[in-house]
Nanobody, 130 residues
Framework: QVRLVESGGGSVPPGGSLRLSCAAS????????IGWFRQAPGKEREGVSA????????DYADSAKDRFSISRDVVQNTVYLQMNSLKREDTAVYSC???????????????????????WGQGTQVTVSS
């Protein structure tokens, strides 16, 4: 019973910061990736950042790479997304998701293949406005 629980969303002014958390449980995998995705009203879901087990690979979307930082707590199986210098266009529902195929036969190193993320959290709202 895979469970992914996000927290840390809220409303901040432009230039502010938020730290999102994703607590993952209910699975036993040697290789996997946990990613952060976001979806704004009327827009398609897009990858923001991802991190892998056991090797700790990290990737960022171009819009996030200079402002956001992803990290993991291996013991607690929790992923964090520190978001700084937030912009209005960052407003979206942010969801974390589990990719159980990472590192398996036939998988690639691409971390933002949405169809490979089989399990999703409920999402947390991030609103950036003045």
């Amino acid at each position: 019973q895979v469970r992914l629980v996000e927290s840390g969303g809220g409303s901040v002014p432009p230039g502010g910061s938020l730290r999102l958390s994703c607590a993952a449980s209910g699975f036993a995998l040697d290789n996997y990736a946990i990613g952060w995705f976001r979806q704004a009203p009327g827009k398609e879901r897009e990858g923001v950042s991802a991190i892998t087990w056991p090797d700790g690979r990290i990737d960022y979307a171009d819009s996030a790479k200079d402002r956001f930082s992803i990290s993991r707590d291996v013991v607690q199986n929790t992923v964090y997304l520190q978001m700084n210098s937030l912009k209005r266009e960052d407003t979206a529902v942010y969801s974390c998701a589990l990719n159980p195929y990472y590192g398996g036969a036939g998988d690639t190193d691409e971390l933002f293949i949405v169809d490979e993320y089989d399990y999703w959290g409920q999402g947390t709202q991030v609103t950036v406005s003045s």
